[in-house]
């Protein structure tokens, strides 16, 4: 059974830098983009970040510059360092695995998602 375990969120003032990681379990992702979507409070869940099992990468506007995403294959884990937080960056983060995409519909495989909220 896939298995996705997000940690590293929390309370951060605005300015600040948190780091998420995500393992995977169940089998091998090396050849899947691995993905960090968030949902904020009243809003729909909304694509953030994504990487290809080789580094080739994908960001939202509104993070770039800010936010990078990373993986380590043979740890099955993904990261997402996150600098120069903003309150609008507070949601919960979900990971994901599927195909290369921006779409919600292209991962299959989800995670509980992790509280980040950022402070003014």
């Known amino acids: 059974q896939v298995q996705l375990v997000e940690s590293g969120g929390g309370l951060v003032q605005a300015g600040g830098s948190l780091r998420l990681s995500c393992a995977a379990s169940?089998?091998?992702?090396?050849?899947?983009?691995m993905a960090w979507f968030r949902q904020a409070p009243g809003k729909e869940r909304e694509f953030v970040a994504t990487i290809t099992w080789n580094g080739a990468t994908l960001y939202l506007n509104s993070v770039k510059g800010r936010f990078t995403i990373s993986r380590d294959n043979a740890k099955n884990t993904v990261y997402l360092q996150m600098n120069s937080l903003k309150p609008e960056d507070t949601a919960v983060y979900y990971c994901?695995?599927?195909?290369?995409?921006?779409?919600?519909?292209?991962?299959?495989?989800w995670g509980q998602g992790t509280q980040v909220t950022v402070s003014s």
């Open positions: 169940g089998r091998t992702f090396s050849s899947n983009s």
């Open positions: 994901a695995i599927g195909a290369y995409s921006s779409s919600q519909r292209s991962y299959e495989h």
